[in-house]
């Protein structure tokens, strides 16, 4: 089974929703500032959501500052998770695989993911197509769990990081497969396919975040999300 799919196993969703309604993971706290932190002005821009789950990122440009984006499209493999997505006048939800998902040539000016990438096993050939939806200029910023996190860990040390390829994981009682990328290799495939880096990120939590939540201290100690910001070039 896919990760991805897993969304639409009932038990597996329910302890999801359960760690965000209570506010246990790292979206809250990390991810979601440090995303709107790298993100460009999104006034008037049409945007792709790539794995937007239940459209909290997809509504969030849509509402944003001066006007939100135009339009905003959020893509998704689960039924279940588009099933309880939010609904908003400038957003629309389309179910599909992120690894065969397509669009027009040069038809959006900023492209999304927020932790989904590392779901998707061929990722230069995604950011392939990434290059060829957007026009000249167009964004491109995502967050993925960090590679020092993918890659094992043998008797509590680092190991194999330069073995890329499927890590199979436990989560909610299910095993989760999700693919192991080094830092090089992510930042290098943007490059190959015209993109210039923008902003790169390993947001940690701050003392103050771990005293309010405890479990964010083993994050302290090494960084949990990787986050980019790359644009492509203009011609």
């Known amino acids: 089974m896919r990760g991805v799919d897993l969304y639409d196993d009932p038990a597996f969703l329910t302890g999801y929703r359960e760690l965000r309604r209570e506010k246990r993971g790292l979206n809250d706290e990390l991810e979601i500032p440090a995303m709107a932190g790298l993100l460009p002005a999104v006034d008037g821009l049409r945007v792709i959501d790539l794995g937007c789950g239940e459209g909290g990122l997809a509504v969030r440009l849509a509402e944003a500052e001066a006007g939100g984006a135009a339009e905003v499209l959020g893509v998704d493999a689960s039924a279940a998770m588009l099933a309880r997505a939010v609904a908003h006048p400038r957003v629309r939800y389309q179910r599909a695989d992120l690894a065969d998902f397509e669009l027009p040539a040069a038809s959006v000016d900023l492209v999304v993911s927020s932790l989904a990438l590392h779901y998707v096993e061929d990722f ?24 020092v996190v993918t890659a ?84």
Not at 193 to 204: D, R
């Open 152 to 235: 094992p860990l043998v008797e509590g040390t680092l190991d194999d990081y330069a073995d890329e390829g499927p890590r199979q994981r436990t989560w909610f009682g299910r095993p989760v497969v999700k693919y192991h990328r080094t830092l090089a290799t992510t930042l290098a495939t943007l490059q190959r396919h015209g993109f210039s880096l923008q902003a790169v990120q390993e947001p940690l939590p701050t003392e103050a975040q771990v005293a309010a939540h405890p479990h964010l201290a083993i994050h302290r100690r090494r960084p949990p999300l990787l986050l980019v910001s790359a644009r492509l070039a203009a011609n």
């Open 124 to 147: 230069e050939e995604l950011v392939g197509r990434v290059a060829a939806w957007l026009v000249p200029s167009g964004w491109f910023v995502f967050s993925v769990e960090h590679p």
